[in-house]
């Protein structure tokens, strides 16, 4: 099932009302959520020729010289996505946000890095490729991290470990499908995938 950007009242209220994935903000106001990227779902697909499989609930991507992706079905615009990671020293990962087309790139979409040991490091974990390094330097690997990204009114902000990495404002880029990436050689573990909708 596909969820449209623009939930409808109805959707909202039966959220609120009865759905399992609603939690208290810090001034005690409901948010309701999505997940993405769950066992059994149709929301998202398989693409390229990395293996992708659930673990105790937990997604894992392994890749060997190659790469591949899940991507969901539907398009959303503005948004806060949060989700947990945890990946090994040579995995080339990342998150794709506003992608545009089927070419899974970093010229199609907006690439948010997860590779601690990019051979350039100005496109190292937290960075968004082509366009902004890292404001901060945050290692991942081996480890459970966190990552929250908030894209609205065309900017572009993401957290590591609630340590901000990204500020950037580009008009260029509106709408499209969210996507993770294994490639390379390595293995990359994703869970608690959670997408809310960015109030004005």
């Known amino acids: 099932m596909s969820y449209p950007m623009k939930w409808p009242l109805y959707f909202i ?12 903000n810090q001034e005690g106001e409901r ?3 999505i997940q993405l990227f769950l066992e059994d779902h149709d929301d998202w697909i ?6 992708w499989a659930f673990e105790e609930g937990e997604l894992i991507g392994k890749s060997d010289s190659s790469a ?6 539907a398009s959303f615009d503005e948004f806060q996505l949060k989700l ?3 990946p090994d020293s040579t995995i080339n990962s990342g998150i794709y946000i506003q992608c545009r ?13 997860i590779w601690d040991l990019h051979p350039n490091q100005s496109f ?8 902004a390094e890292p404001l901060k330097v945050v290692h991942t690997i081996g480890k459970w991290n966190t990552y929250k990204i908030i894209a609205k009114n065309h900017r572009i902000q993401a957290w590591v470990n609630q340590q901000q990495t990204l500020d950037v404002v580009d008009s260029s880029f509106t709408k499209g499908t969210i996507a993770l990436q294994a490639a390379g050689s390595g293995q990359i573990r994703f869970r608690q995938v959670e997408l ?4 004005d």
């Open 13 to 24: 209220l039966s959220i609120f009302v009865c759905c399992p994935s609603c939690q208290l």
């Open 31 to 33: 948010t309701a959520y």
């Open 46 to 51: 398989q693409q390229g020729d990395a293996n």
């Open 68 to 73: 591949g992706f899940v991507i969901t079905k």
């Open 84 to 86: 947990e990671f945890k």
């Open 101 to 113: 087309s089927e070419v899974m790139d970093a010229i199609s979409c907006r690439e948010i890095n």
């Open 124 to 131: 190292r974990t937290g960075a968004l490729v082509g366009m």
């Open 196 to 199: 809310s909708l960015v109030e």
